[in-house]
């Protein structure tokens, strides 16, 4: 944890949170973190969703989106309001020859609105077809997970119109994530937070790290961000990145 202290007090008004390894173990958010992230709300602050997770799937798999202001999906592809069930989607569908490429060279994968996802060790094809094709494609991964989709599309690229939207600055949000694919988002929040599970190349490039584990350390935030207890953490400035870098970021 970073234990430098000034006299700036930081308030933050909402909390990005990554769905797989972060609130979910094995898909499942249990209840401590559901009542977690109730707390939050009821405290009147914003509450995001940001996963890389295909958007109906995400729907089939937590029973509960409707707890979120908004909802980024698919690596920030795509932004769902829960409340008024619409959804804008950030980035164009995958070319089908590149759809066609990969089932050519027999790569299992699925695909959403925009992106493409399959599993380790299968880069190596997508790469290759990306390559082949001349698409301004890259590959973005989450632990054993591969996501291809446009270059310029990131988790932070689809959190900046969800907090527009909302009328909060990266500034005030806390992040907290898990993954390789997470650091795009963190980087732009005001706060930025690993699970104690996450990959130790996140953990490293965070402002705190929790104590607890998935969903237990998501909850550990809440309670710390509600009691004031990080309201004068000073985050790393090396650490972040303005909205106008959001684009770059991977």
Known sequence: MNSSMDTIKR???????????TIAHDGVVDEETLAALTRWRAAGKKLLLVTGREFNELLVTFPHCDMFDRIVAENGALLHEPATNTTRILSPAPPDAFLTA?????????????????????????????????????????????????????KATGLLPALEELGITPAQTAGVGDAENDHAFLRLCG????????LPSLKKNVDIVTQGKRGQGVAELIAQ??????????????????????????
């Open 11 to 21: 308030e933050y008004l909402a909390l990005a949170t990554d769905y797989d390894g």
């Open 225 to 250: 961000l509600l009691a004031d207890d990080l309201e004068f953490i000073v985050p790393n400035p090396a650490l972040h990145i303005d909205a106008s870098q959001a684009s770059h970021s991977s």
């Open 102 to 154: 990969l089932k050519s060279l027999g790569v299992p994968f699925s695909a959403g609105r925009s992106i493409v996802a399959t599993v380790e060790p299968h880069e190596h094809a997508v790469l290759s077809a990306i390559r082949d094709l001349g698409l301004e494609w890259h590959v973005i991964f989450n632990k054993g997970s591969v996501m291809a989709l446009p270059a310029n599309i990131t």
């Open 191 to 198: 706060l930025s937070v690993a699970v104690d599970n996450a």
